[in-house]
């Protein structure tokens, strides 16, 4: 079965980085789009970014120039650098397969929490 697991995320300052991970089993990772989301408290979940098998990406406005995604084909991993970090960025992240045509996700991780302290 498809399984998303999420780490890396915690406490850090305004301004510092942080680096989250998925690790992803149960499908042929290279073959789906993946991306990153996140919810914060009393908001809608939001797409962060996301990543096609070929390495093509998009971002969300919020994070252009700050959040890097990329992925290891080979590891089955996706990751998400964050730099220059902002309050405004403090929400539970969440790892997806994301269907393209759909523009949605079908498979989530269980989110991991990252908070940014000003």
């Known amino acids: 079965q498809v399984q998303l697991v999420e780490s890396g995320g915690g406490l850090v300052q305004a301004g510092g980085s942080l680096r989250l991970s998925c690790a992803a089993s149960?499908?042929?990772?290279?073959?789906?789009?993946m991306g990153w989301y996140r919810q914060a408290p009393g908001k809608e979940r939001e797409l962060v970014a996301h990543?096609?098998?070929?390495?093509?990406?998009v971002y969300a406005d919020s994070v252009k120039g700050r959040f890097t995604i990329s992925r290891d084909n080979a590891e089955n991993t996706l990751y998400l650098r964050m730099n220059s970090l902002k309050p405004e960025d403090t929400a539970v992240y969440y790892c997806?397969?994301?269907?393209?045509?759909?523009?949605?996700?079908?498979?989530w991780g269980q989110g991991i929490q990252v908070t940014v302290s000003s």
């Open positions: 997806a397969r994301y269907i393209t045509p759909m523009k949605r996700a079908d498979y």
């Open positions: 990543i096609s098998g070929g390495g093509g990406t």
């Open positions: 149960g499908f042929i990772f290279s073959s789906y789009t």
